[in-house]
């Protein structure tokens, strides 16, 4: 079984990182961190531009019907690049959920905006602190209206409309949950920024008084169209990390061969090597990972759920870990504002949390392996 990408994935891929480089070098990145920008509004036009934002979405939608393969290709290159444009929120969310559970009127109005770049999508699923759960929803839907408070939401300001996951029953079961499409811009919406560790990818505060909503997805299955696209979306994200820890390790090994210390490169020491020979462990065995959800997200498979999760863990271990030591063979200049190293460390943590925590993950991947075990 080949889990490689086939030449014209990698021909994509070097396609992608060309346009990154020029297009989003550091000082893009730090041009939204420190100024008012939400976001690169010229790198989101140029994503569109190039079929990047509709890779995975159908011609008949308006995409490049490409696939799940090319769109891991381009999340890594987002994430070494550290892309500050919503578009995990649009594409690896909002975009999925529209794609497993849209109705084909709500697709064909959404889906070709995605892929222009005309619309930007978010999924509205968190209320505070916490780890996905149906137990934590208390945002309630009735009568084609939503009302209650979604916190933090990734791009919520910005974005044209959410998938929001509401509460329609009081029996304490997951079919209490319903999905629900909401225009952000048609009224009884108030958007709040909040502050978090990486500006450069928004979060927001959603309040929810009586917007009008319209269902996504069969009644009462909301949380199991959830969990397909938080697998989904755990491969995607995972691909950030692993494009971000690669980056980090790059930058890490530039830095050794160049300074000089001693009379020597830092590299040629062997509590340096032993640093970056860690850092190159852990990418590594997060690729891996990765590559195994990739395969199981491109076809679906019955397995995508423990991949997603195996992919996930090791990713956010990965990303940090060289986020973190990278810093480490900078030295002391690695803790300044002028160096890059913190961007990536900013970003690490941010993606860390992004779809639960690392021990949610952890716990999705124990309960499936037991569920496999006892079948």
């Known amino acids: 079984m080949n889990f490689d990408f086939s ?9 992608a990182r060309r346009f990154l480089s020029e297009k989003c070098p550091p000082r893009a990145v730090r041009a939204v961190l420190e100024g008012k920008a939400d976001y690169d509004r010229d790198l989101w036009k140029g994503l569109a ?32 690049a550290l892309a500050p444009v919503p578009f995990a929120s649009t594409v690896y969310l909002a975009a999925e959920a529209l794609l497993i ?5 709500q697709k064909q109005k959404w889906l070709p905006k995605i892929s222009s770049g005309e619309a930007i999508g978010t999924l509205a699923l968190f209320e505070g602190n916490g780890n996905p759960s149906h137990k934590a929803v208390k945002v309630t839907a009735s009568n084609g209206t939503i009302s209650g408070t979604k916190k933090p939401v990734a791009d919520g300001a910005i974005a044209d409309f959410a998938i929001v996951a509401a509460r329609t029953g009081n ?27 990486d500006p450069s990818r928004q979060q927001a505060e959603l309040v929810f008084n009586g917007a009008k909503a319209e269902p996504l997805g069969a009644a ?4 199991s169209i959830l969990s397909r696209v938080m697998n989904r979306a755990a491969v995607l994200i995972a691909f ?34 032993h640093i970056l020979a860690d850092m190159y462990v852990s990418a590594t065995l997060a690729r891996s ?43 002391g200049m690695g803790f300044t504002w002028e160096f890059d190293c913190h961007l990536y460390y900013r970003r690490s943590n941010a993606l860390a949390l992004a779809l639960g925590s690392q021990s949610y993950w952890e716990d999705q991947l124990i309960d499936r ?7």
């Open 101 to 105: 559970a849209g109705s084909d009127e």
């Open 49 to 80: 531009e190039m079929g990047f934002l509709g890779v995975a979405i159908p011609e008949e939608f308006g995409g490049t019907g490409a696939g799940h393969l090319e769109l891991c290709v381009i999340a890594e290159e987002l994430g070494r």
């Open 289 to 331: 990972n990765c590559y195994y959800g990739a395969w199981a997200l491109s076809t679906d498979a019955g397995e995508l759920a423990e991949a997603a999760a195996a992919a996930r863990i090791s990713a956010t271990q990965a990303f940090q870990h060289c986020a973190k030591q990278n810093i480490q063979v900078h030295g």
């Open 220 to 223: 009462n299955e909301g949380w």
């Open 369 to 375: 392996m037991r569920q496999k075990n006892a079948a």
């Open 171 to 197: 029996s304490g079961r997951e079919a209490d949950i319903s999905l629900f499409l909401v225009d952000l811009k048609a009224g009884g919406v108030t958007a709040k920024p909040l502050q978090n560790v």
């Open 7 to 15: 030449d014209d994935q990698k021909q994509l891929r070097d396609q």
């Open 240 to 273: 950030e990390q692993v494009g971000g820890a690669d980056r980090a390790l790059e930058m890490g090994r530039d830095y050794a061969l160049d300074r000089i210390a001693f009379g020597r490169p830092i590299g040629s020491f062997q509590a340096v090597k």
